[in-house]
């Protein structure tokens, strides 16, 4: 069993930055891939970026070139810098981790809220 605890969301204008962080722990072994998803409200969860064990990034193109994600393979951590924050990034941002088997695992959340 893997549980993750997001952190770092809060209220910011237009222009501002956040750093959120997800500290995961339980089964660690063998993790894969590392991410963050988000889901504003009347809206389906969608894809922020991932990141593999081995550094390989993917990112949504609406944050490219605004959002950084990085992973801590010794702290089982991930974090994502999101730097020129819009008020359509306003969204629940979920941390999530998968297994090699496919196995995925969510944490509860943090609200990011974007003002204009």
């Known amino acids: 069993q893997v549980q993750l605890v997001e952190s770092g969301g809060g209220l910011v204008q237009a222009g501002g930055s956040l750093r959120l962080s997800c500290a995961a722990s339980g089964s660690m072994f063998s993790i894969n891939d590392m991410g963050w998803y988000r889901q504003a409200p009347g809206k389906p969860r969608e894809l922020v970026a991932t990141i593999t064990s081995g550094g390989t990034t993917n990112y949504a193109d609406s944050v490219k070139g605004r959002f950084t994600i990085s992973r801590d393979n010794a702290n089982y951590a991930v974090y994502v810098q999101a730097n020129s924050l819009k008020p359509e990034d306003t969204a629940v941002y979920y941390c999530?981790?998968?297994?090699?088997?496919?196995?995925?695992?969510w944490g509860k959340g943090t609200l990011v809220t974007v003002s204009s």
């Open positions: 999530t981790v998968r297994y090699p088997s496919g196995a995925q695992y």
